[in-house]
């Protein structure tokens, strides 16, 4: 069973601070992908990062894959109150994406 | 462009009642097919997935089933709700690995 732990499952932060969401797991993905949840809505991709050591940024969001593709992490620079929301991890095993539990974030103005 | 539909948005059912979501993808041919499901605020369990017409894949044994009668039509079924299987219920297809495509979700609450 492909399993990944994310980490910090809630963060409040105040309007302009930095902060790092962390994917982490035992088993080797072909790709880990990072997608945005708002309440009642499905889950909408932000990025998908294939090779390992790779970094993407997307704004002030930067998202990078470990060297050995078993971990990722998401971090953003001076967050927004329009950045709140379910942020979600999942690593694709085959035909099987496996999503991690979710970090809730809440930005405050 | 690809569209994904997926309905009814809300549901309430009686426990014992039997269920039917659908899940319909326009504008592209032999997609993989989801069926996902929330609970509230966390991450998404893997119900069923679909690489093609009457080929699916049950990753939790439960009370659900699922069926491709077409190529981009999905469908989550069962014959008698409990009260666990409420929650948020998402379909999603994804071109064979790479970036899913999730629908608007059917909140089920079993009564």
Redesign the interface.
């Known amino acids: 069973t492909q399993l990944l732990e ?1 980490s910090p499952q809630f963060l409040s932060i105040q309007e302009g601070e930095n902060l790092t969401v962390y994917c982490n797991s035992s088993s080797v993905f ?2 880990l ?1 990072w997608y945005r949840q708002e ?7 932000l990025v ?1 990062v ?1 090779t390992g050591g790779e970094v993407k940024k997307l704004k002030r969001l930067t998202f990078q894959f470990g060297d050995a593709r078993k971990d990722s992490s998401l971090h953003i620079t001076a967050a927004q109150p329009g950045d709140t929301g ?1 942020y ?1 991890c ?1 690593g ?1 095993y085959g ?8 970090t ?1 974030l809440r930005v405050k103005s | 462009s690809q569209t994904i539909h ?1 309905w009814p948005a809300t549901l309430v059912q009686p426990v014992g009642s039997p269920l039917s979501l659908e899940c319909t993808v326009e504008g592209t041919s032999n997609p ?1 097919l ?1 069926w ?1 499901r929330q609970a509230a ?6 119900l069923f ?1 679909s ?1 093609g017409i009457g080929q699916i ?1 049950s ?1 939790v044994p439960q009370n659900l089933s699922a069926s491709r009668p077409q190529d981009r039509q999905f469908i989550l079924s069962s014959k008698k709700l409990l009260l666990s299987d409420s929650g948020f219920y ?1 379909c ?1 297809w ?1 071109p ?10 059917t ?1 089920l609450t079993v009564v």
């Open positions: 994310q072909s790709s992908q309440p009642g809505e499905g889950p909408v991709l998908t294939v379910l979600l999942a694709q035909n099987k994406l496996v999503f991690g539990a979710g809730i | 997926q993989n989801y996902y605020g966390r991450g998404l369990q893997l997935y690489v894949s990753e998402l999603a994804s064979a690995g790479h970036g899913y495509t999730f629908g608007s979700g909140r």
